[in-house]
Every structure is written in structure tokens, then in C-alpha cells.
């Protein structure tokens, strides 16, 4: 008897969404078209453009030489992968771990930075890992900045900050970084500066963060102390937070040094700062990264973290965690990872200035990072087959060059706000981080068209 | 898992030492830095809760803190009868089997670790980056592995999203499509993380119980009898309902919903164009018979459902965190939109791995060779083991027809003991688990946590027990419950 109940159950509901399905048929109208309520959530109105979807796929063609977007082709160093393959044979570690970040992964993330801040750091209170810098962003944000909120953001900027700051609810406010005149010499990332008068005027009384990022994305700009320091006074007279990412910490080259606002007088309490294994260690596709601050700000991020995704993936975090050690133990060593990719790099960042210098053009020299941007106007390319976009300048003359010169870059407008992207036009960003058989065939490329142009 | 022909091990059995929401919740602190959604640590309001490590001689081990897992509190919100106790003293103090964590003690398959293995090995350029929304030979497999299973074209590109395990696809979801004012509703008892990202959203959680049918005596209640009333179902419905969530297999009752029960809730939503959010991460595990059925596969659901899944249920691999999250394009796009805009990639060896392992079984399926036929065999006996086991002492499990868990009621000792250590407003269940871990040697979780603040003490004589263990932990569990019986003789 009860099953000839939901027999009857079943018949009834099914007459039910018959008729459902029915009268949208009446109305002619397929029955998807009858939602209204199936919306997307005000939050993402806006947020659903991304360069790198578009770029990427256009980068994506084998025979263009790819120096868009920021993906080592060298391989991580052998050990780290040595590591991963050890532990993807350890059972225990196929299983979930700790939701703020695994043990021995914490426990060697404050043994490292606890060598740069004056304090000891809690490796369970004081850090929390998440997936990629790019998690430590969100969980940052989400934790901290409220509707209503303004946060500083220096242009040109990493693109996911707008986006992640007008998710939360509040309104991004830009101030750009600007050149001084370098008439006579070569052009150097710290030639972009802030004005401080201008920086200052940005902060009022709902101004929650400024986000800092040192060294720089896509200018290469390391942060020299003097200006950490006006940053770090007006967000203490404005009892404003540093949310402070410096994913290339260890990419600085001679002559510069890499400094943390946190370390800085007041800021600890006020600063979280963000890493990255993915740009530690040349694996991107690891995805970790880790947020270090105090307490009564990382609290805020852990919360959003067990909403969210509540744990990052084990045998990477062990990998991770062993691999720091190995690191950790010879720091002043030349073979330290940490020593070795920066020298690398800076032979690569060298070799490309060169080649953009011998094209014409006037690139940026980075102090630090894996990109170097450089003004392509004075090529004067033909962009006739791209005059019917909208597009900024450097959009264009991106595609032009992928489609034409089968070399692909990224427009630097891509790293401005609406209404200043005219102020970045110009510019078109090339990662360096890559081997020297890709540099190689860049500097084909490159060869080819000075010929062309002559 | 002898029968798996997977080496046997001591899995872990370490209690996990859960620490509630220290006390400096005064806001006058720079609490005050936190955003609207941590500021429901208003006084007098419920608080997180975050979890220990186990204590040192442990700290080498790994030590999974998921807080669901370990029967504590997950949400964003926790009862304020809660007080601090301090488990660590008694893990270190009491040799205890936990079967509250919901995870498996013993390795994944042979096949699953190789695939990882492969994954680590072969082309280094499986350490950067991969697509966004997928590492296309995963979205690929699983949109051809589902597409079968749900008797739809799925297009890897369009319907596919992987996240971070199905935490990070329910996120997600929540984001991408609840808002300020939406209501949601959420079927009790449930996976406690379903309340805080309503929250999280601005929306409205409501919900509706399972309630139970009476049960001949003596008989073992099912996790079947639990049933939503239709009727009440139905007015839980209003113009500002935007989604249900569903869970088949059920945590913690462990319920599969028969295709009846889905066309009811399919007929609803439809009838009130609200989006299904069907989280289906325990697919694979059904027993007795019984057929897991995705709503998705029901007439004209697919266009209204997001379906989620997991490779670390699937694969007994929970550490991969690789989820993923099924649909059609006019609700993906969002869920895209949210995950290019809070962590834009997912790691690739894990998908790497997932997709390989994948293929395996698409090779295998439906066959005896098919680890999604073995593993609910092999667990089929574990629950089995464990029902038996647990009636010994007093315990009256319900049984269940899916997932990881059952609940086993407690009510003989809540007549018998009520007043166990704990605070005055602490439900029965929680001061009965803690009795348990201290005095028996055995953690499991309180249902209660499952159910939303004011139907607590409705739920309060249940506990949530975990089978999805090892032989030796079983056994080991058995030792526990031999003593346990022998103390209960007069």
C-alpha cells in the first residue's frame, strides 16, 4: 500500500511539472526563456570580462612565441620536483589537511619570514595558505573590505584587484604611478613614481586599504624604503590597512633590495602580506600561496577560507613545505633558489632589453619581476586591419604583432581602469621568465623586423 | 580494504583538537578591521570555530582539520552553548578511534595514485598554470563520463567548471547566484557548510526537515523513513526563493532520495523557477541496492541545476581538493565569472591526475573491475560492520542507504545518563560525544550540528558515525565497544 502511495506521489508531481511545461508551451516560449529569477548575483555585475581569457587564447596558437602571459617555460628547479613525486607515494597525504594551511607547510613559512620581521610569527594564527596569491587577494579582501569601503589601487595594477575590490562592495580609487623625464638615459622602473601630495589626497575617512604591490607587476618597479615609508605614514595618520603583494619578492636584480611595509614601524598590525610558491619556485600551476599578518586581521581571512574552500591541496603543501626547507637552510648560498633565479633572470631581463632597444623601442628596465613593458608606438606599426575596434592602442597592436610578427605580448591598458587605460595605451608588457630557446626565437622575430624595417 | 587489494594500515587515529573562537571577540579590538560578514561576531551572537593540530607527539603525522569532518562546527556560526574545551588534553590523555572524520584512513586506489604520480612525472610544464575554468583533458572526460550518466550533451567548455574540491563549487554557486534577500532553501540535516555560504551571499537560509516515519519496534530505523513532507515543502517556497540545495547521498542520514522524492522537489522548483543545487560528491556510494539519481537527469531540470561533484570522494583521494560543478552555460557563465575573480586557476596536477583516473574508470564502468563498483561494495560491508558493532552497547543506528556516515541514536542513554558533564544549554549529543572520546575512547560527531540553531534540541539524541575506514580501524573500534559492553553489565 505505501508503495502505490508514492506511486500516486509520483504521478502527482509529475502532473505537476507537466504542467509546468505545458503552459510555457502555450505561451510559445521555450521553458528556459521563462526564468526571470534565474539571474546572476549583483556582486559579479560587471566582472565578467577578462583579458587573460581573450590574450591567452590568441597566444595559444603553437607557432607564436609566447611572451604574454606570466608562465615560466623553465622548468622548476629538480628538487622541488623531486619532492612532489616522493610524496604523491605517501598515503597519508592523499587525504585532507589542516584548512588554514598544513602543518609543516606553515611551520616553514614563519621559519623563512620570521629572518625578515622583527617578531616570531605564529604559523597558526599569524598565516594562512590559500590557493595561489590570487586566493590570499580574495580572502584579503572578502575578510577586511566592506560595501561602502574605498581601497587604493596604483595604476598600472595587477587586473584582479578592481574586480575583487568592487566585489566586495566598495569602490576601487586609482592613483597612477608617473615617469619623470629621462632624457639621455636608460629608462628604469624607478622612474615611476608616486607624487606623494597626490597619494595622500586619495585617503579619506572611508578609505579601509591601500593594496601595494613590490616588485611590481607589470612596471617591475621595486619599492625603495623612502617610499614605503610615506605609504606606511599615511596609512598610519589614516589608520588605513597595507594589504601588500609581493609575489616576486625574491626577483629583484643588482643594485635593488627588496623591502616589506610590514617590517616597517606600525605596519605589522595593519599589513598583510602576500606570497607565492607558484612565482618561488617557478610553479605556477602549484597554486599556493600563503597571507602573513597578525592575528586579529588573519582571523578574518581564515573565516572566509572555511566559507570557501576551507582547505588547499596536501601533497602540494608537503612538497612545498620540504622544498622550503631545503631552501631555507642555505640562504646565503649562491645555489639557493632564491639566490639563483633572480641571477638568471636578470641575464634574461638584459637580453630582452637589448632586443626591444634594438627595434626602436625604449623599454622599461625593471628592478625587479618578470616583465618589462615598453612603449611601441615609436614603431609606428600599421594597425590599418584593426582600425574598426574600439580597442586602446595597445590592444591592437598586441593582436597585430601575434597575428603578423607571431610574438604575443600583453597590452598594458589591460592593467588600467576605464578611464585612464589612454594613459597606458602605449605600452605593451613581455615576460622574460622564459628559456632561452623561446628568448631565441623572440629575438628571430625581432631580427626579422628590423630588417623589414629598413 | 583487503578486499580492494590495497595494503592494510593504521590510518590516523589521533582526535583532532578543535579550539573554539578564542575569547578576544571584543569588538573595541581591531576586530573592528573585519568586513560585514565577520562582524556576525557580534556578542551574543554564534562565533566560528577553528581547529587545533592534535597535540606534539602527533604534530609529525598529518592532522586533517576538517572541521566538518571532525564533528565540529564548520560554519561560520556556532552555538553558544559551546564551551572551550580542550581536546587536546584528551587526545593525548586517552588512545581514541576516531570515526568522526569523514574521509578514509586507507589509501586511494593503485590506479588514482599512478595517475597522480604520472601527473608529477611526465611533462614539467604540468607545474604552471593550465586553463582557467579546467585543464582540458579533465573537463573533456567529465563532460563525456556525465553527459552519459545525465543523458545530456555536455560541452566541456560551456558546462564544465572545476574548482577546488565541491566546497570550493558550492562557493562558487552561492556567489555566482544568490543575493542580498534571496531565499534558499536547505533540507535538514545538512552539510553544515550550507548555512554560512548562504550567509556569506546575503541570503536567506530556510529550511525544511527531514522528519522521521515511526519505525516498527525493535526494527533499526532507515535512513529512508526520513521524509520531506510535500506539503511542507511546497510552502517553503516564496517569489524570493532563488535555489534549494540538495544532498544525495545524504550527510549525515545518509538518505538517497528516490526518484519520487526528486520529482516532487523537481516539480516545485520548477513550478517556482528556482535554481537546484544538487550536491552529489557521495554518487558513487549506494548501497543495498539502491540507485543514486541525479536530478539534473529529470525533465526539464537540467536548465535549473548545478551538479556537483568530487574527485576526493570518488577517488578516496580528499587531499586532491578537485571538485567540479555541472551545468547549463546560463548558470556556469556565473559561477565562471566568481572563479576567474577569487582564484582563477585550479593546481593542474591534481586535474591532471583526476582526468586519468577518470578514463580508468570510463574504461571500466559498470563492470567488477570499476573502483566505482568495488569501493561501495567494500564500504557496504563496513557500514554493515559497523551497525552490528554498534547495537552492542546500546547504540541504535539508522541505517543508511549512501554517503560515508550513519547517525545512531542515543536515546537510551539520554534517559539513562542525562545529565552528563557540559553546559547547561550544551545539546545532549555534544556533552554525549565528549562523555564518549573521555570515557570510551571513541570520537564520532553530534548530529545536532547538522540542523539549524532552533531545531538543535530537536536532533540532540543522535550522533554521526564515519565507516568509511580501514579493517584495523574497525577492528580497533570493536576493541573500544567489547570494553564498552563489559562495563555496561551491572
Known sequence: ?454 | MRAMGVRTKKGPRFLLTPEWWPEDRDLRDPTKRSSGLCRALEPGSPVPVTVKHAPPDFASQLCSQQLRDSGQVTSLFEPQQFQRVEFSRMASEYDVVNLGQGFPDFPPPDFAVQAFQLALSSDFMLNQYTKAFGYPPLTEILASFFGKLLGQEIDPLKNVLVTVGAYGALFTAFQALVDEGDEVIIIEPFFDCYEPMTLMAGGRPVFVTLKLSPTQDGELDSASNWQLDPTELASKFTSRTKALVLNTPNNPLGKVFSEAELELVASLCQQHDVICISDEVYQWLVYDGHQHISIASLPGMWERTLTIGSAGKSFSATGWKVGWALGPDRLLKHLRTVHQNTIYHCPTQGQAAVAQSFQHEQAHFGQASSYFVQLPEAVLRSRDHMVRSLQSVGLRPVIPQGSYFLIADISDFKSKMPDLPGDAEEPYDSRFVKWMIRNKGLAAIPASIFYSMPHRKHFDHYVRFCFVKDESTLQAMDEKLQRWKTELRP
Request: net charge positive; charged share 25%.
Open chain 1, 1 to 454: 500500500m505505501f508503495l502505490a502511495q508514492r506511486r500516486l506521489c509520483s504521478l502527482d508531481s509529475r502532473a505537476k511539472f507537466l504542467k509546468t511545461i505545458y503552459s510555457s508551451k502555450i505561451l510559445g516560449l521555450p521553458a528556459s526563456a521563462m526564468s526571470l529569477k534565474i539571474t546572476n548575483a549583483k556582486r559579479i555585475e560587471g566582472l565578467d570580462s577578462n583579458v587573460w581569457v581573450e590574450f591567452t587564447k590568441l597566444a595559444a596558437d603553437p607557432s607564436v612565441v609566447n611572451l604574454g602571459q606570466g608562465l615560466p617555460d623553465i622548468s622548476p628547479p629538480v628538487y622541488v620536483k623531486e619532492k612532489l613525486s616522493k610524496i604523491a607515494a605517501i598515503d597519508s597525504l592523499n587525504q585532507y589537511t589542516r584548512g588554514f594551511g598544513h602543518p609543516s607547510l606553515v611551520k616553514a613559512l614563519a621559519c623563512l619570514y620570521e629572518k625578515f620581521y622583527q617578531n616570531q610569527i605564529n604559523p597558526n594564527k599569524e598565516i594562512l595558505v590559500t590557493v595561489g596569491a590570487y586566493g590570499s587577494l580574495f580572502n584579503a579582501i572578502q575578510g577586511l573590505i566592506d560595501k561602502g569601503d574605498e581601497v587604493i589601487i596604483i595604476m598600472p595594477f595587477y587586473d584582479c584587484y578592481e574586480p575583487m575590490v568592487r566585489m566586495a562592495g566598495a569602490t576601487p580609487v586609482f592613483i597612477p604611478l608617473r615617469s619623470k623625464p629621462v632624457d639621455g638615459k636608460r629608462w628604469s622602473s624607478s622612474d615611476w613614481t608616486l607624487d606623494p601630495q597626490e597619494l595622500a589626497s586619495k585617503f579619506n575617512s572611508k578609505t579601509k586599504a591601500i593594496i601595494l604591490n613590490t616588485p611590481h607587476n607589470p612596471i617591475g618597479k621595486v619599492y625603495t624604503k623612502e617610499e614605503l615609508q610615506v605609504i606606511a605614514d599615511l596609512c598610519i595618520k589614516n589608520d588605513t590597512l597595507c594589504i601588500s603583494d609581493e609575489v616576486y619578492e625574491w626577483l629583484v636584480y643588482t643594485g635593488n633590495k627588496h623591502l616589506k611595509i610590514a617590517t616597517f614601524p606600525g605596519m605589522w598590525e595593519r599589513t598583510i602580506t602576500i606570497g607565492s610558491a607558484g612565482k618561488t619556485f617557478s610553479v605556477t600551476g602549484w597554486k599556493l600561496g600563503w597571507s602573513i599578518g597578525p592575528n586579529h586581521l588573519i582571523k578574518h581571512l581564515q573565516t572566509v577560507q572555511q566559507n570557501s574552500v576551507y582547505t588547499c591541496a596536501t601533497p602540494l603543501q608537503e612538497a612545498l613545505a620540504q622544498a622550503f626547507w631545503i631552501d631555507i637552510k642555505r640562504m646565503d648560498d649562491p645555489e639557493c633558489y632564491f639566490n639563483s633565479l633572480p641571477k638568471e633572470l636578470e641575464v634574461k631581463r638584459d637580453r630582452m632589453v637589448h632586443l626591444l632597444e634594438s627595434l626602436g623601442l625604449k623599454p622599461i628596465v625593471p628592478d625587479g619581476g618578470y616583465f618589462i613593458i615598453a612603449d611601441v608606438s615609436l614603431l609606428d606599426a600599421d594597425l590599418s586591419d584593426m582600425k574598426d575596434s574600439n580597442e586602446p592602442y595597445d590592444y591592437k597592436f598586441v593582436k597585430w604583432m601575434t597575428k603578423n610578427k607571431k610574438l604575443s605580448a600583453i597590452p598594458v591598458s589591460a592593467f588600467c581602469n576605464e578611464e585612464t587605460k589612454l594613459q597606458f595605451e602605449k605600452f605593451v608588457r613581455f615576460c622574460f621568465i622564459k628559456k632561452d630557446s623561446t628568448l631565441d626565437a623572440a629575438e628571430e622575430i625581432i631580427k626579422a623586423w628590423i630588417r623589414q624595417k629598413s
